[in-house]
């Protein structure tokens, strides 16, 4: 069946605002810039205020969903469900898990690449399986289990590739191992938020802009509040600002005021990640779950690609081979094979199941 016009802007918005998402986050850790009270340039490595900007752009997602709400009851005749009462602190869980896992990959994506980053965050597979037969109890398929063993050997080769380093390797060996370990460990935190959302938040009939604005509102304002007593506990290691702190707003916002470019990236990582969840979820709707994670898979190569072009990283054949175990892993979690399948014939209900059979991530679809 082919699409239409409205489908594959979609899916291409999804892909696009996919890919941004991740590569503006990264440049602006790549951005250099005095801060505070005359200090000497510095990167700029702000992780927890990216992570506000990123619930920022969740937030919005409440606006785009009263948006749509207040143009469909002007229609003769109205297609959306009116929303029905539900308590908001429903989300403050699996926000809570959000809000940590989030911070944590910000966090590690300042010490190790892009691609590995993108590539490392298809592990929430492996945790959500499990967690999902522990705590929900479901039954996995032979195929989904296979998958869940075929990414875990993607993880490993995509390990190994970032441990060999290259000639444009600018980061020490432990710094890289500490970031890609944060980044499987938020996949964890990030399998805790789906099985919560799972398991209290969708049995309630509540639209799904309305649950991530509602995660994203809950999101922004505690990381917002904890930014002051950040600005006051020792980091060590784990902070490069110069009072080596966990994180220093006063000095971001110094270091913005010195290079102004660094807001677009910036700008760049809040829009894109509200356009994403409005086009992912569009897709998962108007299309399947299984071509949203397709979506997904490109955004990884496309993510990869981009770092390769811009010169942030360089190429790894080893890589190459780690993911497209990941992808093949992925593929067997989510039914892939029998969608390629000629002679199945499977129902848009079966492909649209919940966020643990069918897509990669949380509400959000992150970040």
């Not at 994506?109 to 980053?117: D, E, P, V």
């Not at 590539?119 to 929900?136: D, H, K, P, Q, W």
């Not at 094979?337 to 199945?344: F, I, S, T």
Request: with cysteine; proline share 4%; net charge neutral.
């Amino acid at each position: 069946m082919s699409w239409s016009r409205r489908q594959l802007g979609l899916a291409a918005l999804m892909l696009l605002t996919g890919s941004i998402n991740t590569l503006a986050a990264k440049w602006a850790d790549n951005f250099s810039a005095g801060g505070c009270g005359g200090t000497e340039e510095h990167r700029f490595q702000h992780p927890f205020l990216q992570a506000v900007g990123m619930f920022l752009g969740e937030f919005s997602c409440l606006g785009v969903f009263y948006l749509l709400l207040w143009r469909d009851r002007r229609r003769s005749e109205p297609r959306l469900a009116p929303p029905q009462p539900f308590n908001p602190l429903l989300f403050l869980p699996p926000a809570l898990c959000d809000m940590t896992g989030t911070s944590i990959m910000y966090v590690a994506l300042n010490m190790t690449s892009a691609s590995s980053f993108q590539m490392l965050r298809g592990s929430v597979i492996v945790f959500t399986g499990l967690l999902s037969v522990a705590f929900l109890g479901r039954r996995l398929e032979l195929s989904q289990w296979l998958g869940i063993g075929a990414t875990l050997l993607g993880l490993l080769i995509v390990g190994l590739a970032d441990l060999r380093g290259g000639p444009g390797q600018q980061r020490e060996l432990s710094e890289v191992i500490t970031g890609d370990l944060l980044i499987v460990m938020a996949q964890v935190i990030v399998a805790i938020q789906m099985v919560l959302e799972e398991k209290f938040v969708y049995k309630h009939d509540v639209h799904p802009l309305q649950a991530v604005g509602t995660e994203g509102f809950f999101g922004f304002v505690l990381l917002a509040l904890l930014l002051l007593p950040m600005y006051y506990i020792p980091a060590g290691g784990f902070s490069a600002n110069p009072r080596g702190v966990l994180e220093d707003a006063p000095d971001a916002f110094c270091q913005l005021g010195r290079r102004p470019i660094i807001s677009l990236a910036l700008l760049a990582t809040v829009a894109s990640i509200a356009f994403f969840n409005f086009a992912g979820l569009s897709v998962t709707k108007e299309l399947s779950a299984t071509t949203r994670m397709v979506l997904d898979s490109l955004r990884t190569a496309a993510v990869w690609v981009c770092s390769l072009l811009l010169g942030w990283e360089s190429f790894h054949a080893l890589q190459l081979v780690g993911f497209g175990v990941l992808l093949a892993g992925t593929g067997l979690y989510n039914g892939l094979h029998r969608a390629l399948e000629p002679c199945a014939q499977r129902g848009g209900e079966a492909e649209r199941q919940g966020l643990l059979q069918g897509e990669q991530g949380g509400v959000n679809g992150v970040s």
